[in-house]
């Protein structure tokens, strides 16, 4: 099946602890897309990758990282400088540059203990 | 800077009611206008639009966008207790790549 996984589904994280959330597609898109939404709120992009080896900051890359060595896997490491890590974390994949729409894995939700 | 408005913010109708849901936008270099459906988990596409005055349908539910105006609105007539989510409107612009820019949704509650 074409599509997109995150792993884990939940993830606990201790207090300096850097983790470290995985997406994968096999849609052969080229774009993707980390995005953190918290109750109530909308989507705010963290990073996004239009190609490999190429990366931009979003809105809220403050405390994140992430690297983009294969087209099929962006994963993304929340560093032990985001202050407040609790969130639900939603990977997307697109076709740059075309007109289809972009594409949701099921999200992680990382919790802090 | 580049902003997705939607309003309201939350909405509760009864089963049968139709409702609009309005998402307004202030972007540079406009490409597309997406509406998602989420219910718990990841959204889930609802309609693309790129052209002004065409309306998307699917079902009961159908979007318009008026690109002069800077705004979208998505209908959903006949509305069931599985309607209940919360819609987001997207907003896919290109600045040096192509990115989207979300709006906080709306939140809906269909009573049986």
């Known amino acids: 099946d074409g599509g997109i996984t995150q792993s884990p589904k939940y993830l606990f994280r201790k207090e300096g602890q850097n983790v470290t959330l995985s997406c994968e597609q096999n849609l052969n898109h080229d774009a993707m897309y980390w995005y953190r939404q918290d109750p109530g709120q909308g989507l705010r992009l963290i990073y996004y990758s239009q190609i490999v080896n190429d990366f931009q900051k979003g809105d809220i890359a403050e405390g994140y990282s992430v690297s983009r060595e294969k087209k099929e896997s962006f994963p993304l490491t929340v560093t032990s400088a985001q202050k407040n890590p609790t969130a639900f974390y939603l990977c997307?994949?697109?076709?740059?540059?075309?007109?289809?729409?972009?594409?949701f894995g099921p999200g992680t939700r990382l919790l802090v203990l | 800077e580049d902003k997705v408005v939607q309003s309201p913010l939350s909405l509760v109708v009864h089963e049968g009611d139709t409702v609009t849901l309005n998402c307004s936008y202030e972007?540079?270099?406009?490409?597309?206008l997406l509406w998602y459906k989420q219910e718990k988990k990841a959204p889930t596409f609802l309609f693309m639009l790129t052209s002004s005055g065409i309306e998307k349908k699917s079902g009961r539910l159908s979007s318009i966008l008026d690109k002069k105006e800077l705004f979208s609105i998505l209908n959903i007539t006949a509305t069931q207790t599985g309607d209940s989510a919360v819609y987001l409107c997207?907003?896919?612009?290109?600045?040096?790549?192509?990115?989207?820019?979300f709006g906080t949704g709306t939140r809906l509650k269909v009573l049986a």
């Open positions: 997307a994949s697109s076709m740059a540059g075309t007109e289809e729409t972009q594409y």
């Open positions: 997207a907003v896919e612009v290109l600045s040096g790549t192509y990115k989207y820019i």
């Open positions: 972007v540079t270099n406009f490409r597309s």
